[in-house]
């Protein structure tokens, strides 16, 4: 199945760069990640500064879209507004999609607001018929807030933290920190809300230890992830000043519970109560993340750069929803597509996927089963149609790869050295990536869902360096080469696997 995936991939991949008169030369997007290193050959022939060019506008638009999603919540409404702008109809997974699904027509659905799924129904489309899918996930390895995470300690009031997936937590030290995710909050009618929260200043810090009072830190930085990723949010000094106000008072909530004004530190209640227009007493529940209040941004000298947090894998959701967008720019293109076009972005991917909303659940098997028995304009499949469209379907699983680093150049493999500005990288090997044998490398949620439903899958992603670190750096040009991808990938592939037989 491998190789037939990779044969498959191959000729999707190939067909634009065959076919377009785009100037493709400094692109190699083939099915290959060895990429050569003749580029050397011109170190000298440096490019003049005077023809710098801004970043395309595929990676400025990627910065717009970080800069607003510091959280998975965050990310899914950014994804669902331009999902909306493009035409997109909202749905609910808890009601009937009887009536609704018309051929031709464009969806989305949200679960828990973390994950989201959007799909175009191609005109020539029939029940039993296939999906051309992407799948990437929202969420990145952060510092989330406890449950309880009222600390103080020697005159400074704290926030404790749960670490959320592996991250680089050396990388979180000594940054401007802020916090942003979903706050439920009580009506005045008595009803229950999720709201998007955001505190838009640097209102948190964990600060290193200076190396006066540790010399051993030049040699290695050890430090422990619960007493020392403590973040703190104010003194003491400063927080006596103020009278706390009365509803910050109440001895247990309606439950007999403590109230969570006194589980956490009544001036992080009393920002949230102020962004969202809320009194303290009415925010019932939240899930926030950490998130470095510096802004995304392009850099180095030639503009070929993005230095910014949440790269894995908010990278490969953005270039998937802009793909699947850009394929549908042609009417006709939809119009003549026998498939179902379809990505879905799920949450906890960091965390092995396992859910109610992640790529383990029941996420996509429901939906590919759903829409393979609904009824399209009076057309509805027989009872196998969902396991025939499985058969037919194929599965690009995007998340971020490893790009070789030029410090570290011997953690690759010498012929596996992905660069950044050459389009996407393919992972392949007989244990899903090609890594050194004595590398460990990441996991995705691609091998969850292969085996899960059969379906052909294949895992790529954009290079990039420092993973799971609070600040990652990509190149500009790989964003618009991955949606460029994507856009051939969702127009090519019945055509493409239409020519390929297999079983
Ligand atoms: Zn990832």
Not at 79 to 94: D, H, P, T, V
Not at 250 to 278: A, C, F, R, W, Y
Not at 363 to 371: G, N
């Amino acid at each position: 199945m491998v190789m037939a995936v990779r044969l498959l991939a191959a000729r999707v991949f190939s067909r634009r760069v065959l076919s377009t008169s785009r100037p493709l030369w400094n692109v190699r997007r083939g099915p290959e990640f060895v990429h050569e290193d003749r580029f050397m050959e011109d170190a000298f022939a440096c490019f003049p500064l005077t023809e710098i060019k801004p970043a395309s506008i595929e990676a400025q638009g990627f910065i717009e879209f970080v800069n607003q999603a510091q959280s998975p919540f965050h990310a899914v409404e950014q994804a669902s507004i331009r999902l909306r702008k493009a035409g997109f109809q909202e749905i609910k997974e808890k009601e009937s999609w009887n009536g609704i699904l018309k051929r031709n027509g464009k969806y989305f659905f949200t679960r828990n607001k973390s994950s989201i799924v959007a799909f175009a129904v191609g005109g020539k489309y029939k029940p039993g018929n296939g999906f051309s899918a992407i799948g990437a996930h929202t969420d990145s390895p952060c510092p989330k807030i406890k449950p309880v995470s009222k600390k103080e300690k020697v005159g400074y009031l704290q926030v404790g933290v749960q670490l959320y997936g592996g991250g680089l937590w050396h990388t979180w030290f000594d940054r401007d920190l802020s916090i942003a995710g979903r706050v439920v909050v009580e009506t005045a009618a008595g009803k229950l809300e999720n709201r998007l929260a955001r505190i838009d200043r640097p209102i948190l810090r964990i600060p290193s230890l200076a190396i006066h009072l540790d010399t051993s830190v030049a040699e290695s930085f050890k430090f422990n992830n619960e007493t020392h990723l403590t973040p703190i949010i104010s003194t003491v000094t400063k927080s006596l000043t103020g009278e706390p106000p009365k509803s910050l008072k109440p001895d247990t909530d309606i439950n007999g519970d403590i109230p969570l004004s006194e589980k956490h530190q009544p001036i992080l209640m009393q920002l949230l109560s102020k962004e969202l227009n809320v009194p303290v007493d009415k925010i019932m529940d939240f899930e926030l993340c950490l998130y470095d209040t510096q802004p995304s941004a392009i850099g180095g000298a030639y503009n070929e750069f993005i230095f910014s947090g949440r790269l894995d894998n908010l990278m490969m959701s953005y270039c998937s929803i802009q793909g699947l967008i850009r394929s549908l720019e042609s009417a006709e293109s939809l119009a003549n597509d026998p498939n179902i076009r379809l990505i879905s972005l799920f949450d906890n991917e960091e965390v092995g996927s396992v859910s109610a909303h992640g790529a383990d659940s029941d996420l996509l098997p429901s939906t590919f089963e759903r829409l393979s028995l609904a009824t399209y304009d009076n057309d509805s499949g027989t009872s196998t149609a969902y396991l025939e469209a499985l058969s037919k379907s194929f599965l690009i699983s995007a998340d971020m790869a490893h790009a070789v680093h030029p410090n570290y150049p011997e953690k690759h493999e010498e012929n596996l050295r992905p660069h950044m500005h050459k389009g996407v990288v393919i992972k392949v090997n007989a244990n899903q990536f090609a890594v050194r044998n004595d590398m460990p490398c990441g996991s995705t949620i691609g091998p969850a869902l292969s085996a899960k439903l059969g379906l052909r899958t294949i895992d790529v992603g954009n290079p990039q360096l420092s993973m799971h670190s609070c600040r990652e750096v990509c190149g500009t040009e790989d964003v618009a080469l991955a949606i460029t991808l994507f856009e051939d990938y969702f127009e090519e592939f019945p055509s493409v696997d239409a020519r390929l037989t297999v079983d």
